[in-house]
């Protein structure tokens, strides 16, 4: 069964620290993303990745970074945590374009106090 | 940039009904897609309807898309305890855009 994992489901960070979030597909998917989910807000896109050191911003990457090193890999950075980061963080990869569903991992759930 | 506008925003059913949720878009679509997410999980993708494309059916589901209206229909019939979750529309422009998700609407059925 395709998988894609996200490192860790609950993580509690204080403000101003540097935090990794780490997601690892093992399907060969191009196609990368990650999202912030909100209360009333829906998924909104933070950044995505066509191909390996590609990275595209999506509708809020003010605060975040990401790194895609590797094909199955897509790194999502906060830079300095801020309570306004905490939140529940979803990764999704695809093959190609177009015709198919994303897969999402189980998602981050981040605490910044 | 919100494309998708589920409705209800919360519906609760008794076990064997049937369950009805819409979604209405803002600009043309290449496909529209139905994710369900079970409470503190991730999205699992049920059904993608093309644009070119009316009704489509997958077990349990039908889906419907009306193109002139900008907007799908999720049906789930003769709904069970565990489709209690939420449903989410996601719309895609084109081929190599990522998707544009609604806010969902949060299923309950009751036993």
Same mark, same amino acid.
């Given at each position: 069964?395709?998988?894609? #994992? ?10 101003? $620290? ?11 998917h191009e196609n990368? @993303? ?21 990275? $595209? ?11 895609? $090193?590797?094909?199955?890999? @897509? ?18 990869s695809i093959l190609g374009q177009g015709s198919y569903g994303y897969t ?10 | 940039?919100?494309?998708? $506008? ?23 679509i290449n496909n529209l897609q139905w ?10 993708h049920l059904i993608l309807i093309r644009s070119n494309e009316?009704?489509k059916?997958s077990?349990?589901?039908?889906v419907?898309l009306? #193109? ?19 449903? @989410?529309?996601a719309t895609r422009t084109s081929g190599n855009t990522p998707l544009? @998700? ?10």
């Open positions: 069964d395709v998988k894609v #994992t996200q490192s860790s489901r609950y993580l509690v960070k204080r403000t101003g $620290e540097k935090v990794f979030l780490e997601c690892v597909q093992d399907m060969d990368m @993303f990650w999202y912030r989910q909100d209360p009333g807000l829906g998924l909104r896109l933070i950044y995505f990745s066509y191909d390996v050191k590609m990275k $595209e911003k999506g509708d809020i990457p003010e605060g975040y970074s990401v790194s895609r $090193e590797k094909k199955e890999r @897509f790194s999502l950075i906060l830079e300095s945590a801020s309570t306004n980061q905490t939140s529940m963080y979803l990764c999704a999402f991992g189980s998602g981050t759930r981040l605490t910044v106090v | 940039s919100q494309q998708g $506008e589920e409705d209800p925003q919360a519906l609760s059913i008794q076990e064997g009904e049937n369950a009805t949720m819409n979604c209405s878009y803002k600009t043309s994710y369900r997410q079970n409470s503190g999980r991730g999205l699992v009316r009704e059916h077990g349990r589901l039908r419907t009306d #193109t002139s209206k900008k907007s799908s229909s999720l049906l789930i019939t003769a709904s069970r305890a565990a489709d209690t979750a939420s449903y @989410f529309c544009v @998700f609604g806010k969902g609407t949060r299923l309950s059925v009751i036993a």
